[in-house]
């Protein structure tokens, strides 16, 4: 089985930068997909940006041109870049890898932009 760990989340002014990032441990051969999603207080998980095995790319509007997801140095890790934070931005962020074998989720980093 597949096991993710999130960190980098905490607390940031607007405008701020955090990067987060997503350890992947197990048994990875490969993956088809990766993602970051957040679920905001009082709203349902939602995806913030996805990433094929291939590099293709995908982002949500309210994080287009000020977020980006990159692979890491580590086997199947997975960065979330975060710049030009705001309030709204504020929710728990959770990792997301797809394989052939199955839907692995970490457990969440907290992310709070607030003055």
């Known amino acids: 089985q597949v096991q993710l760990v999130e960190s980098g989340g905490g607390l940031v002014q607007p405008g701020g930068s955090l990067r987060l990032s997503c350890a992947a441990s197990?048994?990875?051969?490969?993956?088809?997909?990766m993602g970051w999603y957040r679920q905001a207080p009082g709203k349902e998980r939602d995806v913030v940006t996805t990433?094929?095995?291939?590099?293709?790319?995908d982002y949500a509007d309210s994080v287009k041109g000020r977020f980006t997801i990159a692979r890491g140095n580590a086997k199947n890790a997975v960065y979330l870049q975060m710049n030009s934070l705001k309030p709204e931005d504020t929710a728990v962020y959770y990792c997301?890898?797809?394989?052939?074998?199955?839907?692995?989720w970490g457990k969440g980093t907290l992310v709070t932009v607030s003055s």
């Open positions: 197990g048994s990875i051969f490969n993956f088809n997909t």
């Open positions: 990433m094929t095995s291939g590099g293709s790319t």
């Open positions: 997301k890898m797809i394989t052939i074998l199955g839907t692995y």
